[in-house]
């Protein structure tokens, strides 16, 4: 298993999860987890890496096991099982702001599915993005929160 998931992202951060330590679930990806993992890393973090942070970037969640994933809950965070997606918080390094992590993979890059997450009108809290081998949709939602649900609507 290789230790790197792409040239900046290791595979601790990748699979670091609070939810399975508290629970002592397991948090390890399949090989087929990790295709995945890896595709969207090359893909998605390291260009904003490179272009928009000009240095470190926080995934602040990656790779959820079904158990942990149950755990979190959260309707659009399935794709989180499989590897197909990761949550972006640009807040942690502050090299850039997440208004910019969003729009740059909006306007420059291939995703599934691209979530302005919580936060308010000028900036997201954090980034959900997704991608998968085939079939991307390029679909970009928003959450809001109604009645202490939250929902996603079109962007
Ligand atoms: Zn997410």
């Known amino acids: 298993m290789s230790v790197f998931i792409s040239e900046h992202l290791d595979y601790l951060e990748a699979t670091k999860s609070a939810t399975a330590k508290r629970l002592g679930v397991d948090n390890r990806p399949s090989e087929s987890d990790l295709q995945n993992m890896r595709r969207i890393a090359k893909a998605i973090f390291e260009p904003l890496r490179a272009n928009v942070a000009n240095g470190p970037l926080a995934v602040t ?12 809950g959260g309707a659009y965070s399935s794709q989180h099982t499989c590897g197909q997606a990761m949550d972006i918080d640009a807040d942690v390094h502050g090299g850039c702001t997440n208004r910019q992590v969003f729009d740059y993979i909006r306007e420059h890059l291939a995703f599934d599915q691209l979530i302005w997450e919580s936060g308010d009108d000028s900036s997201p809290a954090w ?16 959450s809001v929160k109604v009645n202490g649900k939250m929902c996603y609507r079109p962007l």
């Open 61 to 72: 969640s990656f790779f959820r096991s079904k158990r942990v994933n149950a755990a979190v």
């Open 127 to 142: 980034v959900h993005v997704s991608l998968k081998e085939s079939g991307n949709r390029g679909e970009v939602l928003r």
